[in-house]
């Protein structure tokens, strides 16, 4: 399978590229960068820290698209909508890691879904997806007098909170219940916010250091509480999860998928 990363002079896109290179089943044809980075005529492969791979960084996603059966995107919200116009009109795969997508954004991707095979999440690693089966089916089993917290830590750099994983938990949770997170989502406290709601699915955000990323989800009920808790410790954990969805959706019919099924959860 032939796959393009996009975004490949940064941190996941230098991931990606690595790990491309290392899964059975595909290759890299090509790298995409913004328009005057300094990583374009780049070899994609010593960018990324393994060695020549014959493929170039340019910045013409266009002319890699039609020649590629998926791409791999953890960019941007608006380049992410530009690239799933353009994995569209190639009818390819989009696997979409890309966070702090807007609900217009979401519903440019639907959009797109009819030709293209699109496989979003707000976390592509194994365990994280594992945790939210784990979260529904504990927020379906226990009542309201369990209030549900997600707690979330990433590095200091981070610019969208909540975190698209703890989103992810979070529609998890309000699935179990049978809720619309959108509903029931508190995501700040702030002064004197009065009693808790029962029913609400609290959000805390915490950043600083280095933190790859730690999510918690919280149940605590009268005289118990039960705490589901991931921890990455490499991200190299998400490319990997990605370029195993995109493998998964070579011979789907165009779509808007999850990491749950590709799973098979």
């Known amino acids: 399978m032939r796959l393009v990363v996009v975004g490949a002079e940064g941190r996941m896109g230098r991931m990606l590229v690595r790990a491309v290179a290392a899964a059975e089943g595909c290759t890299l044809s090509g790298a995409i960068e913004r328009e005057g980075s300094v990583a374009l005529g780049q070899d994609a492969g010593t960018l990324a820290g393994i060695g020549p791979l014959g493929?170039?960084?340019?910045?013409?996603?266009?002319?890699?698209?039609?020649?590629?059966?998926?791409?791999?995107?953890?960019t941007a919200p608006a380049a992410t909508r530009f690239f799933a116009e353009l994995a569209a009109q190639a009818r390819i795969v989009h696997v979409v890691g890309t966070t702090g997508l807007s609900e217009d954004d979401l519903k440019r991707l639907e959009a797109a879904s009819r030709h293209a095979r699109i496989v979003r999440s707000g976390n592509m690693s194994l365990g994280v997806n594992l945790l939210a089966g784990l979260v529904r089916k504990v927020a379906a089993a226990l009542g309201e007098e369990f209030d549900i917290e997600i707690v979330e830590m990433h590095h200091r750099m981070k610019v969208d909170a909540p975190s698209g994983t703890a989103l992810l938990l979070g529609e998890a949770a309000a699935e179990g219940r049978g809720v619309v997170l959108g509903d029931r989502r508190v995501s700040?406290?702030?002064?004197?916010?009065?009693?808790?709601?029962?029913?609400?699915?609290?959000?805390?955000?915490?950043?600083?250091?280095?933190?790859?990323?730690?999510?918690?989800?919280?149940?605590?009920?009268?005289?118990?509480?039960?705490?589901?808790?991931?921890?990455?410790?490499?991200?190299e954990i998400f490319a990997r999860g990605a370029v195993r969805a995109a493998l998964w959706a070579f011979d789907k019919k165009p779509g808007l998928y999850s990491m749950t099924d590709v799973l098979g959860l």
């Not at 493929?55 to 953890?74: I, M, Q, S």
């Not at 280095?210 to 039960?226: M, N, Q, T």
Request: net charge negative; glycine share 14%.
């Open 188 to 235: 700040t406290r702030d002064g004197h916010t009065g009693a808790r709601n029962p029913g609400d699915i609290g959000f805390a955000t915490l950043r600083g250091g280095s933190v790859v990323g730690d999510h918690s989800v919280v149940f605590a009920g009268p005289g118990e509480r039960l705490t589901l808790s991931h921890h990455a410790e490499d991200r």
């Open 55 to 74: 493929v170039p960084v340019t910045d013409d996603p266009l002319a890699a698209f039609v020649e590629a059966e998926g791409v791999l995107d953890f």
